[in-house]
């Protein structure tokens, strides 16, 4: 089984068991903490990703390292440790999420600019969103590209909206040549 196959299978008996508990959302902020910190901190993750470290030792890191987590969360590592799998516990926490989130109708807008977004930006973007989708739950996620100059590109599930001054420059460039 891949590992992704296996992350979303274990993302989404963690889920049932946190809604029947009623608990999904504390859940879901635990499983973006781990996500991000696994993300962000290198030697945790290569601790994590280490064959040769004992699973009972990374359950023990992992638990003093996450120690203000929900009981649920905590039997995600006791089950990880049980089947020795670890190395896929950023990905279980990146799945949860995304399955919380179509729960919950929430839907992610990707959104690329040249530099962080503004109020002004954000504005545009919101208004291009209400367009886009009838989901009344967005959650905006920026990434920042300074090769598209300026503008923004925005992405709904497969849908695309280009807005950006590279794009423009490359529609102009084709109408010249031809």
């Given at each position: 089984?891949?590992?992704?196959?296996?992350?979303?299978?274990?993302?989404?008996?963690?889920l049932?068991?946190?809604?029947?508990?009623?608990?999904?959302?504390?859940?879901?902020?635990?499983?973006?903490?781990?996500?991000?910190t696994?993300?962000?901190?290198?030697?945790?993750?290569?601790?994590?990703?280490?064959?040769?470290?004992?699973?009972?030792?990374?359950?023990?890191?992992?638990?003093?390292?996450?120690?203000?987590?929900?009981?649920?969360?905590?039997?995600?590592?006791?089950?990880?440790?049980?089947?020795?799998?670890f190395?896929?516990?950023?990905?279980?926490?990146?799945?949860?999420n995304?399955?919380?989130?179509?729960?919950n109708?929430?839907?992610?807008?990707?959104v690329?600019?040249?530099?962080?977004m503004?109020?002004?930006?954000?504005?545009?973007?919101?208004?291009?969103?209400?367009?886009?989708?009838?989901?009344k739950?967005?959650?905006?996620?920026?990434?920042?590209?300074?090769?598209?100059?300026?503008?923004?590109?925005?992405?709904?599930?497969?849908?695309?909206?280009?807005?950006?001054?590279?794009?423009?420059?490359?529609?102009?460039?084709?109408?010249?040549?031809?």
């Amino acid at each position: 089984m891949s590992s992704t196959r296996a992350a979303i299978r274990y993302a989404k008996a963690i889920l049932d068991i946190a809604d029947s508990k009623k608990v999904a959302s504390e859940v879901s902020a635990d499983m973006a903490l781990i996500a991000s910190t696994i993300t962000s901190n290198s030697e945790l993750s290569s601790f994590i990703q280490n064959p040769l470290i004992v699973t009972e030792t990374k359950k023990d890191v992992v638990s003093e390292v996450f120690v203000s987590v929900n009981v649920v969360t905590k039997s995600l590592f006791q089950l990880l440790l049980e089947n020795k799998r670890f190395e896929i516990l950023d990905g279980i926490a990146v799945e949860y999420n995304k399955l919380f989130d179509i729960m919950n109708g929430v839907e992610v807008a990707k959104v690329t600019t040249a530099i962080p977004m503004d109020a002004a930006l954000e504005a545009k973007v919101l208004a291009k969103i209400a367009t886009f989708s009838s989901s009344k739950k967005i959650t905006i996620e920026n990434t920042v590209d300074p090769s598209i100059i300026g503008g923004f590109i925005l992405r709904i599930g497969d849908k695309q909206y280009n807005a950006s001054i590279a794009d423009r420059l490359q529609v102009l460039k084709r109408e010249l040549s031809n």
